[in-house]
């Protein structure tokens, strides 16, 4: 068994030891006998933490950081990628040499990196918790290039796995952008006078350093000659396993079908299943390392892609085979919009399959260009082959033995004198990393039977569809009726009604939006149709330019002359922490280092609404090594009642429970780990009480409201729907929507003997209410508590209150224990647990004349609070207030009521002059 290495940034050396997981640095000493396999937890705990932690599921970017290994020891050929830390199991980076953001410069050694100066300096930095791994998808767009630069249009597509919330992405782009080789392209607006300046201007001043070659942080010689061998790593609650031959992996997996291993490729899929079904013992065989799996081979007649081929090889093997090959344009087309970057470089063609989404968008184009997978297994050394159309059963279900590996993918190339036609379309709800909500591949072969007319019969098709079913599903009977039809547009007429048909979905398909999915399912085969004709030159009344492609994004903002005297007022200024955000170096409250003795939380949440707790049993928790205690109300020292806004909020459910989320209590444990295993081990019994109401209908049936109605009223309303020539109503309803910071909710809690101090760490924008509703529940004077808020990664108002009862309850628990005590929400806690800005509900009456002037306004509206008020009230005042917006209402009649629901609370952020 071998000793593998790898280097971090800051030249300590990785080693995962032979059969026994544990790091070692250079100097020798074991680092730390980790319990997860977790990449993202490795580098805090080296005190890397300048790679952010944001959502988990590599669809944030914030963890990007940038990896490379040698791929040819002869050429010294190196392959750089960046990729989601927090999908990399840490053992999968045998061999490879990582760079953090920490690796590239550092403000107290004053050698930033030009990535991160640029960044700083052209404003592309607010809250920061994003900005990390926005300099790295820079550095991994600039570095991948080695001596040439990219183009605006590298730079934008390396940045489709980073979201960032409160800057916005014009300045980050037009900072990326100074390093593209085409930036002279830009059709911009030159500045009016010599003393207005534009964004653009400035851009382009750094634009003209790129003379120099950008600084490379340079790959161990150490991992030049790196040879990986086969290996095995036992930690305490996981194995790992990579063999390095085909027949290895096979005797492997004969040894451990079925449930007893997981195979493993970039983790993108297997990781989400084992964090949200809570698996917490598991053997995983990598199979990064099987030449069989890396392979892409193009014959006469098929070509073999290997089905551990990631999707970035994929891409650039596809441009070189493309000789306008319909199959090839057709994936090329849809991976550009394909998940992110950073996916595409760890994710697999096969984990795609193997995973068998119904809502794939790479699988209808295999199934429609009949793809054909190749199975190996150990028994007999067998091998089988399977159509693609065949080997989908359900949902993530599919035709593989136990002890099968997918080993390659073939698709049969066109070779008769027909015509074939394949395209791939999809609608997704965020263009990039997002799955399609449709996504299709059509297919058909057609014949030439009239050249003077230019007639065409259709002698086969496939048109399959993701999104339209349990699993991706081709439209047989349709294509069977084709069969024979002329390509025309009555055909196509026929087609549409065919396919409805087919797909009959209704208002209880999972996936909800039926109607809209089957429109699309439509003019996909609409656009296809066109795309076909146009190709075939036939004439088209309707047809629409299919080609159109959006070019790389552009604005400019002017920067306004200022009086000789005005120095800063109107200047463009940098974010004060700019270079701190770029570097990494800005110290958010999950990066702080732990006091020593520090114990961690996790949550206890109720998983029913309206609810009586009836018992909690903490026996299985308490066994878990590391287990410190369980909190709940009962250890509130002072009142577990809250007082003033949150007044009708308690720290913990003493009794009823809410809502799904509501806090019961905290688990505490020496180490994170340990904290989340000992929490999903505690049991709640209750009893379910009625009535439970969840929509702002279900409160309006049973009168279940927060206080009186509010309303505001000018003029006589009445009189006027009376003489009114026109009355129009309707009703509207706006969801609520997730304040989404960048930053989940963290949490330190230090408690001190001298003088009964207690020090709060938390982000909120709310830290005088935190102090004092802390010494209310503590039972202390508000002068013992201090409130730290140094930075937030984003809050939206969902940082204001919501926050608060969390930090309480993480207080309770270190001033019970007498020590600092930390509670870290991952994203989907605290997407579950923290409410929402408010749902409404809008009923309206509009009186207006003939000339379309507007007389009367009658509004009734209702929002949904969730289960307690928060800043409800205040925010159906501002609602009331500002509802006439631009207009000017002589006659006017608002009312306005605060539905109280089973929900987490509903939240905002209130300016000043409404409190
Ligand atoms: P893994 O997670 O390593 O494995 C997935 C499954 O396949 C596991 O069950 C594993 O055991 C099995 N497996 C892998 N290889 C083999 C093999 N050779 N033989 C047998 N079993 C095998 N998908 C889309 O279609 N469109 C998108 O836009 C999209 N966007 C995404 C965005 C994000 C942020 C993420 C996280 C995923 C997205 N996906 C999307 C899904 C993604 O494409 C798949 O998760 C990915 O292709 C799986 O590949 P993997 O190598 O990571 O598989």
């Not at 055909?491 to 979905?505: A, G, V």
């Not at 110290?587 to 702080?592: K, L, S």
């Not at 961690?600 to 205690?629: C, M, W």
Request: glycine share 6%; proline share 3%.
């Amino acid at each position: 068994m071998a000793t593998l290495y790898a280097n971090d940034p800051i030249g300590r050396t990785l080693c995962l030891a032979n059969g026994n997981y544990g790091m070692v640095i250079q100097n020798g000493g074991v680092y730390n006998q980790a319990s997860d396999i977790d990449f993202n937890g490795y580098y805090t705990e080296l005190g890397l933490t300048g790679t952010k932690l944001g959502c988990g599921e590599g669809g944030c970017g914030a963890c990007t950081v940038l990896i490379s290994r040698c791929i040819d020891r002869d050429s010294g050929e190196i392959e750089h990628r960046t990729i989601n830390a927090c999908l990399a199991p840490v053992c999968s980076i045998d061999g490879c040499h990582i760079v953090t953001v920490e690796g590239l410069g550092s403000t107290n050694k004053s050698n930033l990196h030009s990535t991160q100066i640029r960044l700083a300096e052209l404003f592309a930095s607010q809250c920061g918790f994003c900005t990390p791994g926005m300099v790295m998808s820079l550095y991994g767009t600039v570095t991948s290039k080695n001596d040439s630069l990219p183009t605006m249009e590298d730079i934008e597509e390396a940045f489709d796995g980073n979201l960032c919330r409160c800057t916005g992405y014009r300045p980050i782009l037009d900072a990326a952008k100074t390093f593209a080789c085409d930036i002279q392209k830009l059709d911009y607006q030159k500045s009016s006078s010599p003393r207005t300046s534009t964004t653009f201007d400035k851009c382009l001043s750094y634009a003209h350093q790129n003379t120099q070659p950008i600084n490379q942080i340079k790959f161990p010689n150490k991992l030049q000659d790196y040879v990986p061998q086969s290996i095995h790593i036992k930690g305490s609650s996981f194995e790992w396993y990579r063999p390095i031959a085909l027949n290895e992996l096979i005797h492997l997996r004969h040894t451990y079908p079925g449930n007893q291993s997981k195979l493993v490729f970039g983790n993108t899929r297997v990781e989400f299943e084992r964090k949200y079904n809570k698996i917490n013992n598991f053997r995983l065989i990598s199979i990064t390392h099987i030449k069989e799996l890396q392979e892409l081979k193009r014959t006469k007649n098929s070509l073999y892609i290997g089905a551990g081929v990631t999707f970035t090889r994929l891409k650039s093997q596809l441009i070189q085979w493309n000789n306008d090959d319909s199959f090839c344009q057709a994936l090329l087309d849809q991976m550009k919009h394909f998940a992110s970057t950073q996916i595409r470089n760890v994710a697999s063609i096969g984990g795609n399959i193997i995973t068998a989404a119904p809502d794939s968008d790479i699988n209808p184009i295999l199934e429609a260009a009949d793809a054909i997978l190749e199975l190996h297994r150990a028994d007999n050394e067998k091998v089988r082959q399977i159509h693609l159309c065949d080997f989908f059963l359900g949902n993530r279900r599919v035709s593989i033995a136990d002890n099968e590996i997918l080993v390659a993918i073939h698709i049969p190339l066109e070779n008769s004198s027909n015509k074939y036609f394949l395209r791939s379309y999809k609608q997704a709800r965020r263009r990039d990393d997002s799955k399609g909500i449709v996504s299709a591949a059509f297919k058909v072969e057609l014949e030439k039977i009239d050249s003077i007319d230019n007639q065409w019969k259709i002698v086969s098709a496939c048109f399959s569809f993701g999104g339209m079913a349990s699993k991706t599903i081709s439209a047989i009977n349709t294509q069977q009726q084709l069969i024979g039809l002329l390509w025309t547009k009555q055909t196509l007429n026929q087609t549409y009604d065919m396919l409805i048909k087919e797909m009959p979905l209704n208002e209880l398909s999972p996936g909800g939006q039926y109607q809209y999915r089957q429109t699309l399912m439509q003019s996909f085969l609409f656009k296809f149709y066109s795309y076909v004709s146009n190709e075939l030159r036939q004439s088209l009344i309707d047809s629409i330019d299919i080609s159109c492609r959006r070019g790389v994004s552009h604005g400019q903002q002017t920067i306004p002359e200022r009086p000789v005297t005005q120095k800063i007022v109107g200047s463009s200024l940098s974010h004060r922490s700019a270079y701190l955000h770029t570097t990494g170096e800005a110290i958010y409250i999950d990066d702080m280092l732990s006091h020593v003795n520090t114990l961690y939380a996790a949550l206890i949440l109720s998983t029913q609404a309206n609810a009586r707790i009836k018992h909690i049993d903490i026996e299985q928790a308490s066994k878990v090594p590391g287990f410190v205690s369980f909190v709940n109300y009962t250890d509130v020292p002072g009142s577990n009642q809250l007082s003033g806004i949150l007044s009708d909020e308690e720290v913990f459910v003493s009794s009823i429970a809410l809502c799904v989320g509501a806090v019961i209590g905290l688990v505490v444990c020496e180490s994170e780990h340990a904290a989340k295993l000992a929490s999903n081990l505690v049991k709640v019994e209750y009893d379910l009480l009625l009535p439970r109401i969840f929509s702002i209908d279900d409160a309006i049936i049973h009168q279940s409201y927060f206080g009186d109605e509010i309303s505001l009223g000018k003029g006589d309303v009445d009189q006027i729907f009376l003489e009114a020539e026109h009355i129009l109503e309707d009703t509207l309803y706006i969801g609520g929507q997730e304040h989404f910071y960048l930053e989940p909710n963290s949490f330190m809690v230090i408690p001190s003997n001298d003088d009964k101090e207690i020090n709060l760490y938390l982000g909120t924008q709310d830290s005088s209410t935190a102090q004092e509703l802390a010494a209310f529940v503590l039972g202390r004077s508000v002068n013992c508590i201090t409130c730290h808020v140094k930075r937030i990664g984003g809050a939206f108002g969902g940082k204001s209150k919501r926050p608060l009862p969390l930090c309480l309850a993480t207080a309770v628990a270190a001033v019970k224990l007498n020590r600092p005590v930390r509670l870290n929400l991952d994203r989907s806690t605290d997407i579950s647990i923290t409410g929402h800005r408010h749902p409404f509900k809008i009923k309206y009456k509009i009186a207006f004349n003939n000339e379309g002037r507007f007389l009367g306004l009658d509004i009734q509206m209702w929002s949904n609070a969730g289960c307690t008020l928060d800043v409800s009230k205040r925010v159906m005042e501002h609602a009331l207030l500002h509802m006439g917006n631009s207009y000017q209402f002589s006659n006017l009649r608002v009312h306005g009521r605060v539905c109280k629901t089973h929900l987490s609370s509903n939240t905002g952020l209130l300016h000043k002059y409404m409190r």
